[in-house]
């Protein structure tokens, strides 16, 4: 899987800037720059379900990737909105699934 990622796929996360007055204010913070592969999901593979809109799935071997955090890559924005551990004992295979929303 490790030859079709390509690099520059930059993560960000939500964090609060408020001092620890929970108050809600913060700002989205890069938190790494990794490679993986993300691909659109033919129809029968999307997910609308109420607020589980899934568009995109990503891979990658970055195991810090969580929900409702950002993914940007050459202008898009995907949100992210499952996080699937595919670790496979039997193989070399230890990568992420991440089921994301493209943002238009």
């Known amino acids: 899987m ?5 690099d520059g796929y930059e993560i960000k996360r939500y964090v609060e800037n408020s ?19 993300m ?7 999307r997910t609308d379900i109420a607020d589980l809109i899934v568009s995109h799935r990503f891979y990658t071997k970055y195991h810090d990737i969580r929900y409702k ?22 193989s070399s295979l230890d990568f992420i ?6 943002v238009l």
Do not use: M, P
């Open 2 to 6: 490790d030859k079709y990622f390509t």
């Open 19 to 37: 001092g620890g007055w929970s108050d809600g204010e913060g700002d989205w913070e890069t938190i790494d720059t990794i490679s993986g592969y």
């Open 39 to 45: 691909r659109a999901l033919q129809a029968n593979e």
């Open 69 to 90: 955090d950002k993914i940007f890559k050459d202008g898009k924005e995907y949100k992210v909105k499952l996080v699937d551990n595919k670790k496979i004992n039997t």
């Open 97 to 102: 699934q991440v089921d994301c929303e493209l």
